[in-house]
């Protein structure tokens, strides 16, 4: 693996509070000034020059940095599952975990990572930051200082507040698998349109306990590292030509498709596009529907121009986002699932990501 260790003096006591572990994979938030003026990523071994607020925790702090950063417009599955491993091994070592990682596709890797960590009794936080550290005015010192306390929170003495896989930015934790960014120029980057904020951070940190997935002691943590990318994308627009759809349908080895439709789950019904899709799903490939809009859910059935895709065998992604929907579909493909296994998983909420109002008798936050 492509990543050297180094462990952090913050003048920690030989018993700290906590042990946490950074792992650093890129991206804005590590970045400062050269003498040149030129952006490029400092040393962690002096975070504590960068970020002196890190030497007020009495915690033992550590630090994974890769060795090939990685911007994240660059990010792969492949380094999903790096990070998954890094996380396993040290899993007994650390209290918690954060993650520096590009804010571009944080939502997409925090929303695998969910996925492939299921039953966590410990927190795993993504943050990130819009400007470098070493600029003024910049979020990152904020933003990995709130990651690290929101990490300590505990419920009672021993059990932490939070454990899922959790953005934290401006302030505000979000549900990893609930996250979209929506911002490029503002500090507030990413939103969760469908689901509560998990916790609001003013002078002290508030918890929506309620929204917080339980901790599940006596379930087994599920580990997952073999992923399917054999996965496609068909986004709805006016005027969307038969030849179009053909050749998303067509490629090569394809297992999945995130099918992106209007509204509540709304689609042309035109026979051809009817004819390609059911097509495709009698050749085995697995469809999954969810709305371009930010926020609501697919309500298959709801209108006429959806009630064809239900009968066709097309599967309601209800509320997720398309981050989500890809991701989870990548995980579940690479397990080797029976159909009938793969399509109830699908549609069946993992670790919160989903509430499917037409099938009622799923719960909204799993057991």
């Not at 996965?231 to 999945?256: D, H, R, T, W």
């Not at 969810?290 to 309601?316: N, P």
């Amino acid at each position: 693996m492509l990543y050297t260790k180094v462990k952090v003096n913050t003048a920690a006591p030989k018993s700290p509070q906590a042990n946490l572990l950074i792992i650093y994979t890129g991206g804005t938030v590590g970045m400062v000034k050269d003498k040149h003026g030129s952006l490029v990523p400092f040393n962690f071994q002096n975070i504590i020059d960068h970020i002196p607020a890190l030497k007020s925790f009495q915690i033992g702090l550590a630090v994974y940095s890769f060795n090939d950063l990685i911007d994240s417009s660059n990010v792969k599955p492949n380094h999903w599952i790096e990070i998954c491993q890094i996380i396993r091994q040290a899993y007994d070592d650390f209290d918690g975990f954060i993650i520096l990682h590009g804010t571009d596709t944080m939502a997409f890797t925090a929303s695998a990572l969910s996925f492939m960590m299921q039953n966590l009794t410990k927190p795993v936080i993504f943050t990130g930051a819009q400007l470098p550290v070493g600029v003024a005015r910049s979020d990152a010192q904020e933003n990995l200082v709130t990651a690290i306390e929101i990490s300590l929170a505990k419920r009672n003495l021993t059990t932490p507040m939070v454990t899922e896989v959790a953005i934290l930015f401006s302030n505000r934790l979000i549900r990893a698998n609930r996250a979209k960014k929506t911002e490029s120029v503002q500090f507030d980057a990413f939103e969760s349109e469908n689901y509560p904020l998990l916790a609001e951070v003013g002078t002290y940190i508030h918890f929506n306990e309620g929204a917080l997935l339980p901790i599940k002691k006596k379930k087994r943590i599920i580990w997952v590292d073999s992923l399917c990318t054999q996965v496609g994308v068909l986004k709805l627009f006016p005027g969307i030509s038969q030849e179009y759809v053909k050749a998303i349908l067509g490629m090569k080895n394809l297992k999945g498709l995130v099918l992106e439709t209007y509204g509540a789950g709304n689609a042309p019904t035109d026979k051809w596009f009817i004819e390609l899709l059911k097509n495709a799903i009698d050749q085995g490939i697995v469809v999954i529907n969810i709305s371009q809009c930010i926020g609501g859910r697919v309500i298959q059935g709801q209108y006429a121009t959806s009630a064809e895709l239900k009968e066709i065998g097309v599967l309601s992604g209800a509320d997720m986002t398309f981050e989500a929907a890809t991701t989870k579909m990548m995980v579940l493909l690479g397990q080797g699932l029976r159909p009938s296994e793969l399509r109830k998983k699908l549609v069946t909420s993992i670790c919160g990501e989903l509430f499917n109002v037409e099938n009622s008798f799923l719960n909204f936050i799993p057991a």
